[in-house]
């Protein structure tokens, strides 16, 4: 078994492209929103992140706990922070807090748990309100580059583009954050199929490189298996261009196999009924020795990762790594913890051919396997995608509910 490191907090400091290349595997973090949101810190819906001003201390224990279990990035709680999202649909957070605030707090929290350990600290983007609306390149370049300031100004460590639909916007997110002279890193929430343009996985990829990515990848909207067939993909376009990049992937921690284009958002238990479809600590291990075997090099998860799910990464390339995050002093390799219960037939599971073929019930009888996705098939032009300072008003609802049937046979 490999040894736990204490984290280094004097370890010297070292840039992502440096450990990269060095052959250092990064591990991200999880999914912020979603597990703020079950902790009652996150508003499901605008999914924005004003919980770095109203509740900090909620913020850094997350980013705590991802540190304990392996991670060597905190990325700032970032997501959906541009200044149109902040607030779009009648959201209070831009008038009553401000972007820049929030930003800041979010580069303030993640530094200072960072220098806990020896992690680095990752500014992001996601895409905006402005581009699905159909506004100008100028106008969306404008709102990232106002995040940008700020992330200039913390200096964070590198920055990501994470959560585009569509390459044409994480591009113009690419060039914008170049300005910067530091480590970009992008990754489009797409699947196999490609963006929602239509561009292919591979097509996307090369795109992004030639804008200024060091790193591209996926994250979100799909499980770690389907991601890694995107990534797949990807790292094939990049070698037919003769382009090379590093490879990073963060996915969901739910079982998607029946998605559509575009992912989970169109299951119909999104986001209120996901549970039964999240994966195990075990899934875990499989995927990143996956996307290790794949040639990736920054693994991490995004919307349903926990701590719990990090360290399972983590503990599975410890033999690369060299350690064991400070957070397996708890958790012994495959459950061999396990030996220790005071009933004989648990202390049988103590071993990892039991959790290794594990096939785990539901416990929901009239569950089915795979769900119907609504695929609506609306993306960036269509009316309906149009944002709003407004809140959105019954009548609009009313519309949408009538949409909702006719695409998904619901009878009221």
């Known amino acids: 078994m490999q040894p736990v490191r204490k984290d280094k907090k004097n370890a010297p400091h070292r840039g992502l492209l440096e450990r990269l290349a060095s052959g250092e595997i990064i591990i991200g ?10 902790r009652g810190y996150v508003k499901a819906g605008p999914w924005t992140p004003e919980a770095t001003v109203e509740h900090p201390e909620a913020v850094r224990q997350l980013h705590r706990e991802f540190l304990r279990a392996g991670s060597t990035v905190m990325q700032t709680f970032t997501f959906y922070a541009s200044d149109d999202k902040l607030m779009n649909r009648g959201n209070y957070v831009q008038q009553k807090i401000s972007g820049n605030k929030v930003n800041e707090a979010a580069c303030d929290i993640a530094r200072e748990v960072a220098n806990e350990g ?14 699905l609306s159909n506004k100008s390149e100028t106008l969306v370049k404008a709102i990232f580059r106002k995040q940008l300031d700020v ?43 490609g963006d929602m343009a239509g561009v292919s996985a591979g097509d996307c990829a090369v795109r992004l490189v030639k804008a200024g990515a060091d790193i591209v990848g996926v994250n979100c909207h799909f499980d770690p298996a389907t991601c890694l067939k995107t990534v797949k993909l990807m790292k094939e376009g990049l ?17 998607t196999p029946d998605c559509s284009k575009q992912g989970f958002i169109d299951l119909p238990e999104f986001p209120f009924a996901l549970e039964p479809r999240i994966a195990t600590r ?32 983590a503990e599975e390339l410890a033999t690369e790594r060299g350690f064991l995050p ?36 539901t416990g929901l009888p009239y569950s089915p396997s795979f ?5 609506w098939g609306v993306t960036k032009g269509d009316e309906v995608l149009i944002q709003q300072v407004e809140v959105t008003s019954n009548d609009q609802l009313k519309e949408m509910f009538e949409k909702q049937k006719r695409f998904a046979g619901i009878v009221a």
């Open 29 to 38: 973090d999880g999914g912020f929103v979603f597990a703020l949101e079950k």
């Open 118 to 131: 020896d992690a680095l600290v990752a500014g992001g983007v996601s895409q905006t309100p402005s581009y």
């Open 151 to 193: 992330f200039v100004k913390k200096n964070v460590d590198f920055l990501i583009a994470e959560y585009f639909e569509h390459v044409e916007e994480a591009e113009w997110a690419v060039h914008v954050m170049k300005e910067s002279g530091k480590a970009v890193a992008a990754t489009l929430c797409i699947g196999p199929e």
């Open 239 to 255: 070698e037919a261009a003769k382009l090379k990049a590093h490879l990073m992937v963060q996915p969901l921690a739910f079982h």
């Open 282 to 313: 075990w899934d875990m291990h499989k995927y990143a020795r996956n996307a290790y075997d794949l040639g990736i090099r920054y693994i991490g998860g995004c919307c349903g990762f926990e701590p719990y799910h990090i360290r399972a990464i």
């Open 326 to 361: 400070a957070g397996s002093e708890k958790h012994d390799a495959w459950g061999t913890c396990l030996a220790m219960h005071t009933k004989p037939w648990v202390r049988a599971r103590a071993q990892r051919a039991y959790w290794e073929k594990m096939l785990p019930a």
């Open 371 to 375: 769900s119907k996705p609504d695929s």
